[in-house]
């Protein structure tokens, strides 16, 4: 189990981005690999894999991620496949949507919480369910004769 100091030094690893806290991006971020956030973003943010936004950091928009360390702010929905943390400076003003979530005391969450399930899982439940066949129901049986509908004609 990788604690957070581990998380914050493999956020600075090669095959990652970094946006530092002195760019603000006006527009949406998408991309295919993991990444930290120190800076402002206006606008969405997609990525595979785990991002982390430091304690300057915020989004002002809605983040999808595989997993989400959150020390700074976001403003709009999370959508996290897999394991979001929110640590004692975290903010969340938005739905948080997550399969796993793990809230420090002192987080503040202004929306929302939903558990999430993966995709591929959900995938597999609707296919199960679809290859079911219904059982059939049996015909009721008639009332009786003395509950039957008669005629005034």
Do not use: C
């Amino acid at each position: 189990m990788s604690t957070i100091t581990d998380r914050l030094f493999s956020a600075f690893a090669k095959g990652r981005f970094l946006l530092p806290k002195q760019v603000v991006v006006h527009g949406s971020i998408e991309a295919t690999i993991p990444g930290r956030i120190d800076g402002q973003v206006k606008g969405n943010v997609k990525t595979e894999g785990e991002l982390v936004i430091g304690p300057e950091g915020s989004v002002k928009g809605n983040v999808h991620a595989t997993d989400l360390v959150l020390y700074g702010k976001i403003y709009g929905d999370i959508h996290i496949s897999n394991k979001a943390v929110l640590s004692n400076e975290a903010y969340v003003k938005g739905d948080v949507n997550a399969l796993v979530l793990e809230v420090k005391e002192g987080a503040r969450i202004e929306g929302a919480i939903h558990k999430q399930v993966s995709s591929r899982l959900e995938q597999e439940v609707i296919a199960a369910e679809e290859s079911e066949p219904e059982p059939e129901k049996a015909p009721a049986p008639p009332p009786p004769d003395e509950e039957r509908a008669t005629t005034w004609f």
